[in-house]
């Protein structure tokens, strides 16, 4: 038995996590892919057949009140915002990144133009130059409906970017790429020093490290539930809006949902209060329960507990491939430095794509990035120490 086994034993003898792993559906694969899809919670097919079969099949209608459908975009965003750092009441659960994206950012550019030091004059929208393709096309026609100038811009070069014409910049927490993990509060600091909004995209992070919204005074944020976050695919994402902004907020998607009066069925729109601010039109109640189910895996577990478990996780990996692959086969372009590291590992390789191919055909499971990157997800809640052993191992494999 090689050390690396033996510490694996000893790490996974002592993982506080580690009994997590019976709340999920998993079979033998080493499923290292949660960045992009989380494996399914043990009891999420039940509450779905409740949903389907008696709350919707019998109840009927009565489920919008006495099922709690009606609520659940904002009770469910109260479950997801101890993950996120946020006090209750500041997020609702509901639509796409995509649209949460817009409705954020676009509530930003509206805010800055509100305030007292001209804000009329901030016609420009930063974006993250190495954003999420999605968040760059959002931006871009935000800009345009906003009369704004678009400039991506590195993150590292942003607090040197901003000026009196920043409206809004929109930043993601943790590269989709490469895992590096942003750091959210001075890019906030630099943000409001220069009198604009910030928007911060979690997709990457929520349910896989510690973010602080409330504590590091995020303006907006919006994140996906379907990857650390378990909640199926095509789950629907969350929005955040900072508390004492909402009575500011303007969505540009005014939907009857967020009417303070939504079965007033008035001509006239008026916002509702708080969080519900950000709802737009019916919720889709099959996956939002869905969603309320995978959550409770959370119960009694701490992000922080999440958080050393996957540096440790990929503290392990990182040391496994350096003694199981062979020199040069791969490069590691995740940051090694833990306050720079998100929950996953991106390794560049020439012949990425066949590698990927070959690993999943061998039961290790991450993805491939165009053009050369090897990903791999380390959820901390179902994803133990002798997995990653076994995925290096394989991969070294693989790769001789």
Same mark, same amino acid.
């Given at each position: 038995?090689?050390?690396?086994?033996?510490?694996?034993?000893?790490?996974?003898?002592?993982?506080?996590?580690?009994?997590?792993?019976?709340?999920?559906?998993?079979?033998?694969?080493?499923?290292?892919?949660?960045?992009?899809?989380?494996?399914?919670?043990?009891?999420?097919?039940?509450?779905?057949?409740?949903?389907?079969?008696?709350?919707?099949?019998?109840?009927?209608?009565?489920?919008?009140?006495?099922?709690?459908?009606?609520?659940?975009?904002?009770?469910?965003?109260?479950?997801?915002?101890?993950?996120?750092?946020? #006090?209750?009441?500041?997020?609702?659960?509901?639509?796409?990144?995509?649209?949460?994206?817009?409705?954020?950012?676009?509530?930003?550019?509206?805010?800055?133009?509100?305030?007292?030091?001209?804000?009329?004059?901030?016609?420009?929208?930063?974006?993250?130059?190495?954003?999420?393709?999605?968040?760059?096309?959002?931006?871009?026609?935000? #800009?345009?409906?906003?009369?704004?100038?678009?400039?991506?811009?590195?993150?590292?070069?942003?607090?040197?970017?901003?000026?009196?014409?920043?409206?809004?910049?929109?930043?993601?927490?943790?590269?989709?790429?490469?895992?590096?993990?942003?750091?959210?509060?001075?890019?906030?600091?630099?943000?409001?020093?220069?009198?604009?909004?910030?928007?911060?995209?979690?997709?990457?992070? #929520?349910?896989?490290?510690?973010?602080?919204?409330?504590?590091?005074?995020?303006?907006?944020?919006?994140?996906?539930?379907?990857?650390?976050?378990?909640?199926?695919?095509?789950?629907?994402?969350?929005?955040?809006?900072?508390?004492?902004?909402?009575?500011?907020?303007?969505?540009?998607?005014?939907?009857?949902?967020?009417?303070?009066?939504?079965?007033?069925?008035?001509?006239?729109?008026?916002?509702?209060?708080?969080?519900?601010?950000?709802?737009?039109?019916?919720?889709?109640?099959?996956?939002?329960?869905?969603?309320?189910?995978?959550?409770?895996?959370?119960?009694?577990?701490?992000?922080?507990?999440?958080?050393?478990?996957?540096?440790?996780?990929?503290?392990?990996?990182?040391?496994?491939?350096?003694?199981?692959?062979?020199?040069?086969?791969?490069?590691?372009?995740?940051?090694?430095?833990?306050?720079?590291?998100?929950?996953?590992?991106?390794?560049?390789?020439?012949?990425?794509?066949?590698?990927?191919?070959?690993?999943?055909?061998?039961?290790?499971?991450?993805?491939?990035?165009?053009?050369?990157?090897?990903?791999?997800?380390?959820?901390?809640?179902?994803?133990?120490?002798?997995?990653?052993?076994?995925?290096?191992?394989?991969?070294?494999?693989?790769? #001789?």
């Amino acid at each position: 038995m090689s050390e690396l086994v033996m510490k694996a034993e000893k790490l996974d003898a002592s993982d506080e996590l580690a009994a997590k792993r019976a709340e999920f559906v998993l079979d033998d694969v080493v499923y290292l892919d949660g960045n992009s899809l989380g494996a399914l919670p043990v009891a999420v097919p039940g509450r779905v057949e409740d949903v389907v079969r008696r709350q919707w099949g019998e109840l009927r209608i009565r489920s919008w009140t006495e099922g709690g459908w009606w609520t659940a975009p904002e009770r469910i965003g109260d479950r997801i915002a101890p993950l996120v750092g946020a #006090a209750a009441g500041q997020i609702v659960v509901g639509d796409s990144t995509s649209v949460n994206v817009f409705k954020a950012l676009v509530g930003a550019v509206r805010l800055a133009r509100t305030t007292d030091d001209g804000g009329p004059g901030r016609d420009e929208i930063v974006v993250d130059a190495t954003t999420f393709p999605t968040d760059g096309y959002i931006a871009e026609s935000a #800009a345009r409906m906003t009369g704004c100038t678009l400039r991506p811009v590195p993150p590292a070069e942003i607090p040197d970017a901003l000026g009196g014409r920043t409206a809004a910049v929109l930043l993601n927490h943790v590269d989709y790429r490469t895992g590096r993990l942003h750091d959210l509060p001075s890019l906030t600091a630099a943000v409001h020093a220069a009198g604009a909004y910030v928007v911060w995209d979690l997709c990457h992070s #929520a349910g896989a490290l510690p973010v602080g919204l409330d504590e590091h005074g995020v303006d907006l944020a919006v994140g996906c539930t379907y990857k650390y976050l378990n909640g199926g695919p095509g789950s629907p994402a969350f929005l955040y809006v900072r508390a004492d902004l909402q009575d500011r907020f303007d969505s540009p998607l005014p939907g009857w949902n967020s009417h303070a009066e939504p079965f007033g069925m008035r001509p006239g729109y008026e916002p509702a209060a708080g969080a519900v601010r950000g709802r737009v039109g019916t919720p889709d109640i099959l996956s939002m329960l869905a969603l309320e189910a995978a959550l409770e895996v959370w119960d009694g577990v701490t992000i922080d507990a999440v958080r050393a478990k996957s540096l440790a996780l990929t503290d392990f990996f990182l040391e496994c491939v350096e003694e199981y692959v062979p020199g040069g086969r791969v490069a590691c372009v995740t940051p090694r430095a833990h306050g720079e590291r998100g929950s996953q590992v991106a390794l560049r390789c020439p012949d990425a794509g066949d590698v990927m191919k070959r690993l999943i055909e061998r039961g290790v499971v991450g993805d491939f990035r165009h053009p050369d990157v090897l990903r791999f997800g380390f959820t901390p809640l179902y994803v133990g120490f002798a997995d990653v052993e076994r995925a290096a191992r394989v991969l070294a494999e693989v790769l #001789a």
